[in-house]
Structure formats: structure tokens, C-alpha cells
């Protein structure tokens, strides 16, 4: 038995300032074949995973590429074009194989491929013929569209979010991809869409007992895998939306009824998966008027993690205007600014333009006399398990309120974003965060209440907010409710 494995992965904003070009994967994750370290990445799953099911298993793995890049602006065509033809070339001179496994993350636009995983499912599909089983593991923040359930046979989504399983899910799929080759099963996928989109975390409930709920269907009746694909808001492709995926052991009827039943829970429920959230300055007065600190803000709509600069200044400059104390506020990703802090020195006072720089939605940037907190070289965060690089940094105060820059972008995961740079979170009474749900791991622990706001940034939370000219507008929240649809 002989399976070929690779990689081409990243999310995209499309309202993000921030382009995407072959090199932005280069300098993220770029693994030829046989390069992949012994360390799982949350979109290379199937080929780490599949490397130790190999040799339990008794199949020859044949490794090809793996890509991943920060999720920004759609990727370039030709960026996307050479990767996706690398992987194609790997491919066919793998052939012949038994299986196809993909980690993708299903949230991926280039310049003229509005479905860009569609397009690469299908010409794997052409080169390896009918009868090849190709499974693909995705994010659930991913477009599940029609093209490219019709070209698989197997789709497994990442259940949790913030997103630890990925692992297990790789596992699962390197199950059934195996079965499926061996004739042991013959899977039938069917899905449903929901005629909505929701952001749907499962660190708290209904997101938890509904994940519960589709762990527990697995493994009997017929069922082999149930995902829920929550949708990516900031993607403006046509078929944007929260659909349900049910795969069977051949029974088609039973999926497709069992699909029908969970979207309707998903609808019932709508609006209320997501934490209740506030204007900027409706959180900060909520903040205030809280008796203990810190009280933990977050701003999903400048997250790095969904594809925003993560500069933008209007909740600094609206915490400046009502002079509050004992304010932080971070990251503010502006590599120039910390270069010039970096120059200075700790202690030094100075007058310094940082952030709102990238565009529009990242407001103006603030001029301000700044004295320097702390500084660090090459800075690292955690999460999880990992540590994930936020380059230099730079702790600053102006006024009340101190802010944390960093020079790589991304998204406050840990505390080491404020910490290594001279400020103390515990002695604050605000502490701003941007991130929609993963700052919740380190930062929930130390709040003493966590509150959610939805700003100004290019990922804003309430889908209405955003300019799309493909996404459907008949869809909740765009519009009432519609009938749910199978679409497979
Ligand atoms: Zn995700």
C-alpha cells in the first residue's frame, strides 16, 4: 500500500492590508519532502501522523511538500499556482498510489481561485483517477464548498476551537483513509448547509456539548465522522457559510438525515455561541466599573490570527482621551517603532509615532511622548505546547496606558508578549488583547473577568460589518433565516 501525503495551507482575509506571496510561507513553514520535523503543525497533521501509522500500519509513505503561511491578504496566483504544481509534480511521480492525504486549511484564496483547495482536490482527483481514496483534513474555519466534497472521499474538520485536536483528527483520517484503500468501508459524505454563519468557540457552552455531542455519533450506526465547519466571516467567496459534514459507512439516507439534524440545532442556536460583545467604549466603562482587576478585553477585529495588522490604535487613543490609570494594551505590531525604542533604550522618554500605519483599518497612528519600559531580542510566546515567535519587542507608557510592540506579527497567544517587556500585568485594571478566542488559554487564568469588544480592525466579528461582494446576503445574519439545504 502506498500513500502520498502533503501540505498547502493558510487562511485568507480578504480585507486584510496584508499581502501574501511565496515567500510569506517560506518564512513560516516550508517542508520539502522528508524535511517535516518530528513535531506536529495544526496543518500538516496527516503527513506527521501518517509517518508513525506507516509503520504500524505497513503502508510505504510518500512525503511531498508542506506550506503553511500567517494568515493575510489572498495569496498571489503565481505564488499559488507554483506551490500547488510542486505538489502535483510530487505526486505524479509517486504514482501509482493507493491513497491521497491532504492538510489544508480550507480557508485558502489566491488571485483567481476563489475555491483554491476545490481546484487542488480536483486535479489531484484527475491525476490519481477514480478509484484512489484521497482523504483531507481541514480547519473548521474553512468554505466547505460543494467542488470539493464531490472530488474527496474523506473530510474530517478539526472539532475543538481553539483548535488542540488536530492530531486526533489527522489520526481518524489516516484510519479511514486506510480502511477505505483495504475495502474494509466505503465512505459516503453528505452535506448540509445551514444558511447562516456564527462564530462558534468550544471552551464554553452550547459549543461544548455540541462537540461532545458529535464525538459521541462516530463509531456507530454507520457513522464514521461528523464535522461542523463554523465558516470564515472574512473570506468573501460565494459559498461562505456554517454547514454541517456527515460521512457513512455507504449509507447515504441515514447522513443525509443525520446531517439535516444537527444544522438544525446549529440554527436553533444561533447568536448565542459567541460571548455577548461591546462597542470599545461600552468595554472599556464595563472594565472600569468592575471592583477587581485585571479585567481582560479582547479585540478580535485587529487579530493577526484572522489576518488583521494588529496596529490598529483606536482603543489606545480612546483609553488616552478618558485618562484612564493602569491600563496595557498589546500587540501593537510595528517593527519600525520598536527598532527606534530598541535605539534608545530601557528608561529612556522620547517622542514616538507607533502603529495605525498598514491601512485604513488600522485608524492613525498615535504621537505621543513614550518612556520605555522594557526591551527584548528574538521574543517567543507560548501556547500550548508551542512557542510561537513575536520577534523583538518593546514595552511602552503613555499617560496610563502601557503598550506592547512586537516586530513579527501575531496574535497575543501568551503573557510574554507584555511580561518580557517591562510590564506587570497583575497591577493592571485593563488589559487589552488582540485575539478572538486562543489568548483565553494564558490570559484567561489571570483575569479576574474576561470581556469581548468588536472594534474597528479588518476582522470584525459581525459579519454585517463587512464590505463582500461574493458572500450570499440571504443567508443569517445578512437576512431572516432561510431553509437549510443539502448540497451533497
Ligand atoms: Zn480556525
Known amino acids: 500500500m502506498r500513500i502520498f501525503a502533503a501540505s498547502l495551507a493558510t487562511e485568507s482575509n480578504s480585507f486584510s492590508p496584508i499581502p501574501t506571496n511565496r515567500d510569506s510561507y517560506e518564512q513560516t513553514i516550508y517542508f520539502k519532502p522528508g524535511e517535516h520535523p518530528d513535531r506536529g503543525t495544526l496543518c500538516t497533521g496527516p503527513l506527521w501522523v501518517a509517518r508513525r501509522r506507516a509503520k504500524q500500519e505497513g503502508f510505504e509513505l510518500i512525503e511531498g511538500s508542506c506550506f503553511w503561511a500567517e494568515p493575510s491578504g489572498p495569496t498571489t496566483q503565481a505564488a499559488y499556482e507554483s506551490m500547488r504544481d510542486e505538489i502535483l509534480d ?17 480557508a485558502m484564496i489566491a488571485h483567481g481561485y476563489d475555491d483554491a483547495e476545490g481546484d487542488i482536490i480536483t486535479r489531484v482527483r484527475e491525476i490519481v483517477g477514480p478509484k484512489v481514496v ?5 480547519d473548521p474555519h474553512c468554505h466547505l464548498t460543494e467542488k470539493r466534497i464531490r472530488a474527496c472521499d474523506i473530510m474530517i474538520l478539526f472539532k475543538e476551537y481553539p483548535h488542540i485536536d488536530f492530531a486526533e483528527r489527522a489520526d481518524e483520517l489516516v484510519t479511514l483513509v486506510v480502511k477505505a ?15 447562516m454563519i456564527d462564530v462558534i468557540p468550544t ?16 463509531g456507530r450506526d454507520g457513522v464514521l465522522s461528523v464535522s461542523l465547519c463554523h465558516g470564515f466571516t472574512q473570506g468573501d467567496v460565494a459559498e461562505q457559510g456554517t454547514r454541517v459534514l456527515v460521512v457513512t459507512d455507504n449509507a447515504k439516507a441515514k447522513g443525509d438525515a443525520l446531517a439535516a439534524e444537527l444544522a438544525e440545532e446549529i440554527r436553533e442556536k444561533r447568536g448565542t455561541w459567541y460571548p455577548p460583545y461591546l462597542t470599545y467604549d461600552d468595554a472599556i466603562t464595563a472594565a472600569y466599573a468592575e471592583e477587581k482587576g485585571p479585567v481582560v478585553v479582547a479585540d478580535p477585529s485587529d487579530n493577526a490570527g484572522g489576518g488583521a495588522a494588529s496596529d490598529n490604535t483606536n482603543i489606545i487613543r480612546r483609553l488616552l482621551e478618558r485618562g484612564v490609570t493602569d491600563a496595557a494594551v498589546g500587540p501593537i505590531w510595528d517593527p519600525v517603532a520598536v527598532q527606534l525604542c530598541q535605539a534608545s533604550g530601557v528608561g529612556a522618554t522620547f517622542k514616538l509615532r507607533f502603529g495605525g500605519k498598514t491601512s485604513e483599518t488600522s485608524g492613525l497612528p498615535i504621537d505621543a511622548d513614550v518612556t520605555v519600559l522594557g526591551l527584548t531580542k528574538d521574543g ?19 499617560g496610563g496606558v502601557d503598550i506592547a510592540l512586537i516586530s513579527h506579527r501575531t496574535q497575543a497567544l501568551g503573557l510574554e508578549i507584555f511580561t518580557s517587556v517591562g510590564i506587570d500585568l497583575s497591577k493592571k485594571k485593563y488589559v487589552g488583547v488582540k485575539s478572538t478566542n486562543h489568548f483565553y488559554a494564558a490570559y484567561g487564568p489571570i483575569a479576574a473577568k474576561v470581556i469581548y469588544c468588536d472594534g474597528e480592525g479588518p476582522s470584525a466579528l459581525d459579519a454585517r460589518k463587512y464590505p463582500y461582494t461574493k458572500v450570499r446576503r440571504t443567508i443569517w445574519p445578512h437576512a431572516e433565516l432561510p431553509e437549510g439545504k443539502l448540497i451533497v
Open 90 to 106: 510530487q505526486l505524479r511521480a509517486a504514482m501509482p498510489v493507493d491513497g491521497v492525504l491532504l492538510g489544508l486549511h480550507g
Open 134 to 138: 484521497i482523504g483531507v483534513e481541514q
Open 181 to 195: 484503500i483495504r475495502g474494509d468501508i466505503k465512505p459516503v459524505m453528505s452535506m448540509y448547509d445551514c444558511g
Open 203 to 218: 471552551t464554553r457552552e452550547p459549543g461544548r456539548s455540541f462537540v461532545d455531542k458529535m464525538t459521541k455519533l462516530e
Open 380 to 398: 517567543l510566546q507560548t501556547f500550548g505546547k508551542a512557542m510561537v515567535k513575536f520577534g523583538d519587542g518593546a514595552g511602552i507608557r503613555v
